[in-house]
């Protein structure tokens, strides 16, 4: 069964760092793209990175709004998607959820994403 479980959300401060880890199993991650989504309450879901199979060289693509401040990487040993999160501003306050997606050339449209984990709140405020 496949599962993808969120963590490392909270409460930061603006210009803060959070790091969040989505663990994944019931599945080869290896011809899996991943991606994270994010949702604010009130606003539609947004893509925020993804990353490609291990097997197209874990490409990423990022939202214009976090280009440069956030960054997300995959551990193909330990079926691990993780995205850093930089300079936090408080518009990145949202739910953060993370998304998986058999094939091998990310896009950050959640159509090419069939699983998804339950979420992870992320508060940017001081």
């Known amino acids: 069964q496949l599962q993808l479980v969120e963590s490392g959300g909270g409460l930061v401060q603006p210009g803060g760092t959070l790091r969040l880890s989505c663990a994944t199993s019931?599945?080869?991650?290896?011809?899996?793209?991943a991606g994270w989504f994010r949702q604010a309450p009130g606003k539609e879901r947004e893509g925020v990175a993804c990353i490609s199979s291990k097997s197209h060289g874990s490409q990423t693509e990022y939202a214009d709004s976090v280009k440069g401040r956030f960054s997300i990487s995959r551990d193909n040993t330990k079926n691990m998607v993780y995205l850093q999160m930089n300079t936090l501003k408080p518009g990145d306050t949202a739910s953060y959820f993370c998304?998986?997606?058999?094939?091998?050339?990310?896009?950050?449209?959640?159509?090419?994403?069939?699983?998804w984990g339950q979420g992870t709140p992320v508060t940017v405020s001081s």
């Open positions: 019931g599945f080869n991650f290896n011809y899996y793209i």
């Open positions: 998304a998986t997606g058999y094939g091998n050339t990310c896009h950050l449209d959640s159509d090419f994403f069939g699983s």
